[in-house]
């Protein structure tokens, strides 16, 4: 079974812009969920999809978005790039909700973002 | 105030010898336990997920071990190998009424030297 992919690998962007990032889960998972990670502050939640419905969120501004399409691939959306939006962004799949104790996250090896 | 904290932050061990690695957390209600290995560049891969009725989980030379009351969890590394290089990462799920977000550890970063 294919395992979950993120494209592109790298991205580079200038400050302003706005980036898109797409994930593929493994076949027939339909929870996609969302991190960011950097080395101060770790890995954060940003957004959970499940059949296409936004389930949960986290603590980020409403530059980031996302969507789930019926395929359940996921897409991520961050507007008007601020420096400080360099990261690692890892996208996860798995079968039940995030946060279920019978359904293991499969991660992504990740997008990674650089911001000039 | 992170709620799940990790010990230590680092630490190097020689090829073969044992380590454990400590979660220490705050997150309450507790829904379940898991921890993560995560090599430099790659995405983290899951190695056990603990209920809050579990006291210990294996996943071949990695044992985790679980303890609600004290809300401590460690991770057992025997007979480590130099593959063993990694990031260990902590994290805890807490039940919301859609089964909430995750709280995650800065991570133990383990070097297996020759």
């Known amino acids: 079974k294919a395992g979950v992919t993120q494209t592109p690998r790298y991205l580079i962007k200038t400050r302003g812009q706005q980036v898109t990032l797409s994930c593929s889960p493994i076949?027939?998972?339909?929870?996609v969920s969302w991190y960011q990670q950097t080395p101060g502050q770790g890995l954060q939640f940003l957004f959970e999809?499940?059949?296409?419905?936004?389930?949960n969120k986290g603590n980020f501004p409403g530059r980031f978005s996302g969507r789930q399409f019926s395929n359940s691939r996921s897409e991520m959306n961050v507007s008007t790039l601020e420096l400080g939006d360099s990261a690692l962004y890892l996208c996860?799949?798995?079968?039940?909700?995030?946060?279920?104790?019978?359904?293991?996250?499969?991660f992504g090896n990740g997008t990674r973002l650089t911001v000039t | 105030k992170n709620q799940v904290e990790q010990s230590p932050q680092s630490l190097i061990i020689l090829e073969g010898k044992n380590c454990t690695l400590q979660?220490?957390?705050?997150?309450?209600?507790?829904?379940?336990l898991r921890w993560y290995k995560q090599d430099t560049g790659r995405g983290p891969v899951s190695l056990t997920i603990m209920t809050f009725s579990e006291n210990t989980k294996s996943n071949g030379r990695y044992t985790a071990t679980l303890d609600a009351d004290t809300k401590q969890s460690s991770l057992h590394i025997t007979a480590s190998q130099l593959s063993d290089s990694a990031s260990y990462i902590c994290?805890?799920?807490?039940?919301?009424?859609?089964?909430?977000?995750?709280?995650f550890g800065a991570g133990t970063q383990v070097v297996v030297t020759p």
């Open positions: 999809y499940f059949s296409e419905t936004q389930r």
């Open positions: 996860a799949s798995s079968l039940g909700y995030v946060g279920q104790a019978n359904s293991p996250l499969h």
């Open positions: 979660c220490n957390y705050t997150v309450s209600p507790f829904s379940n």
């Open positions: 994290v805890v799920s807490a039940p919301t009424d859609s089964w909430g977000k995750l709280q």
């Open positions: 076949s027939g998972h339909r929870s």
